[in-house]
């Protein structure tokens, strides 16, 4: 299934959001691969963050790994967020689709 989302970014945090994608959790990166998530990407607009991935199952709707709750924690001052800690996101239907 390919799944594609926006997020917003806060203003002068675009470095540092950079940053920490560029340094990414091994262990995040692993959950990620387990959960049967692949070909991840996120692009920047502005302060408009789109991302896009494929995943070979849908998202378990039970709580969320410590790992994934920790990495929402530590972003949490770069990007803007809903009232119960998790990142605003909003899904984009997909239109088009070449394969």
Request: with cysteine; net charge negative; charged share 30%.
């Amino acid at each position: 299934m390919r799944v594609a989302f926006v997020m917003k970014l806060k203003p002068g945090c675009e470095d540092v959001y950079k940053q920490k994608h560029d340094e990414i959790w091994p262990e995040l990166v692993d959950l990620l691969r387990r959960q049967g998530v692949r070909n991840y990407s996120i692009f920047r607009h502005g302060l408009t963050l789109f991302a896009y991935l494929e995943r070979d199952t849908a998202p378990d709707e039970g709580p969320h790994d410590p790992i994934i709750l920790r990495w929402w924690e530590m972003m949490a001052p770069y990007m803007e967020y809903n009232p119960d800690g998790t990142p605003w996101t909003e899904t984009i239907e997909e239109a088009f689709h070449m394969d």
